[in-house]
């Protein structure tokens, strides 16, 4: 494949994250204050973008987090209602044959759960993550660029869902 025949331009995906080394949260208090830290932790998920031009593109992507850190929202009497964070880490994208084509950064910039109120901050309902790729091409994608953002969700145990919009410069 050609630089000249490399799909680019605007996409759509459809995202669902699949653990491969799960985070470890570990709860830290701060003057008051609940924290949940998760690091060093590894998500995937495999698509294929599809472009406006009509062409498509299987992918293979690689989440290593580097930093989730989460804060408990407690109501009034001081029950914890709802946790919100951010995270950020790697992020590579590999065609079908499995070679490294964009490398960069992921950031989820609002993690967002309700909690049921108790003390081992047990999650209820829907849960929402606006998730954020970035990278710079290699291999035949030297010299562009990756972007995407999807807004993910869950309810339960399920994984993380959602539809990717993007564009390959």
Not at 74 to 89: A, C, F, L, N, W
Not at 139 to 149: C, I, T
Request: proline letters at 4%; one cysteine or more.
């Amino acid at each position: 494949m050609t630089s000249l025949s490399l799909p680019t331009g605007p996409f759509t995906c459809e995202v669902g994250l699949r653990r491969i080394r799960a985070p470890q949260f570990v709860r830290e208090e701060k003057e008051g204050v609940t924290y949940m830290v998760a690091r060093g932790y590894e998500i995937a998920y495999e698509t294929t973008l599809r472009f406006t031009s009509g062409a498509q593109l299987p992918i293979r992507a690689r989440l290593v987090g580097e930093l989730n850190q989460r804060v408990v929202i407690r109501d009034e009497h001081g029950r914890p209602m709802r946790i919100s964070g951010y995270v950020q880490g790697l992020a590579e994208i590999s065609a079908a044959d499995g070679r490294v084509i964009f490398r960069g950064r992921y950031y989820d910039s609002r993690t967002v759960q309700s909690l049921t109120g108790d003390d081992a901050l047990t999650p209820v309902g829907q849960a929402v993550v606006d998730h954020w790729e970035n990278g710079f091409g290699e291999g035949p994608y030297a010299g562009h660029a990756f972007s995407m953002g999807a807004q993910l969700t869950r309810q339960g145990d399920v994984a993380l869902r959602g539809e990717g919009r993007g564009q390959i410069d």
